[in-house]
């Protein structure tokens, strides 16, 4: 079957997770996506290493399905080079620090030049201001773009989410904007700059806080937990942030991650109140209705508790579910990477390494009906030199065997 994205070439400069994470997502789609190497490698190829010389999970989880050739962009020869590949891409993408690839002698105009076609996205940590050129890592967007000071309790410091909003959370948004410029390519006949700032996205991902603090100038917030509130919208726990009331509580037996997160909508108070053994709680009027119980959502949350801790998580999942309640166990890293239903959605996947032997990974979360996704192993850094260098670019093989003695590939 074909691909979506088949015969899209995709010249991929991006190095550690946010960028990988947009072109693995290009590859997944069906581009060609070819990674360009400093001869060292992507940093990540040795970072956070668990087997002694083969490339780190790191790297391999943000890299399948790529080719990857080396390329010493600091040489004449490798300029070269670089300009014959950029002449063949559809795409370019890069997520160096401000001003690297400038620095490397492609500016965007030529770019342009070389390729009008081209399209050509940059993730940054921001846009333009006074952070343009600041560095930028996923925690420093959190911190950034809203996320750290509305994550966490009331009484404790900002806190970083698990979920790498600002790497991986990016290079979603940087795949949007490749998509969309594609498709206007096939209208225009041009390229065109996508950018795409780490701070942007992650803003973009708190939007309902930015509603909220809006809200705070009406008066207090009352579906958050909090009594208090300052000119901020304040951290608020695991309150749920939408129009219904939600919290984590506690199940059997009781372990760090033995929560159930409850969501309490209307016609969920009834079986509720059936279920935690209060059923004189449905009638009455203190407590039936979403407005008389919006002063008390903490109690309401205690009252529920009461009756999980007796239950393991999937037995209350099981059982609110019956009365069609919106609620979600809190599952571990361990219990999602021994899920058997995420095995066979091919979220979770295991895959053939040359060095390795085999890694598991999260599969592509974008199902198309058309274009199916093989998950494959990330490549060894040059694998594919001769491929792209020798039979695509037609470089003569001694040639080749010079530019490798030379320290240019
Ligand atoms: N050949 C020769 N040199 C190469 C090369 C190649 N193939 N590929 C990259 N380089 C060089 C660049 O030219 C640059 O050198 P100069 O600074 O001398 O111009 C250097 O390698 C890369 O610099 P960098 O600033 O990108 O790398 P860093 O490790 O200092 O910073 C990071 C890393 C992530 C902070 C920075 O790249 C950045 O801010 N990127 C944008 C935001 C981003 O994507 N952050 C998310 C990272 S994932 O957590």
Known sequence: MSKAL??????????????????????????DVVKVEALGGDITRKQLRDVPDVDSLYFTMLNCNKRSVTLNMKSEEGKKIFT????????????FGPGAVDRMGFTWDLLQELNPKLVYASIKGFGEGPYTHYKAYEVV???????????GFEDGPPVATGAQIGDSGTGIHAVAGILAALVQRGVTGRGQRVTVAMQHAVLNLCRVKLRDQQRLGHGPLPEYPNKEFGDSVPRSGNASGGGQPGWAVKCAPG???DYIYVIVQPPGWVPIAELIGRPELAEDPE??????????LDKMFQLIEEWSVHHSKLDVLAMLNEHNIPCGPILSTKELIEDASLADNNMIVTVDHPERGSFTTVGCPIKLSDSPVKVETSPLLGQHNEDVYVRELGIDPDRFAELQKNGVI
């Open 6 to 31: 088949e015969g899209v070439r995709v010249l991929d400069m991006t190095h550690v997770q946010s960028g990988p994470s947009a072109t693995q997502i290009l590859a997944w789609l069906g581009a």
């Open 84 to 95: 014959e590949l950029v002449r063949k891409s559809d795409v370019m993408v890069e997520n």
């Open 141 to 151: 967007a959190q911190a950034m773009g809203g996320s750290m000071s509305t994550t």
């Open 255 to 257: 372990g760090p991650d």
């Open 287 to 296: 407590w039936s209705t979403p407005e008389a119980r919006l002063n008390k």
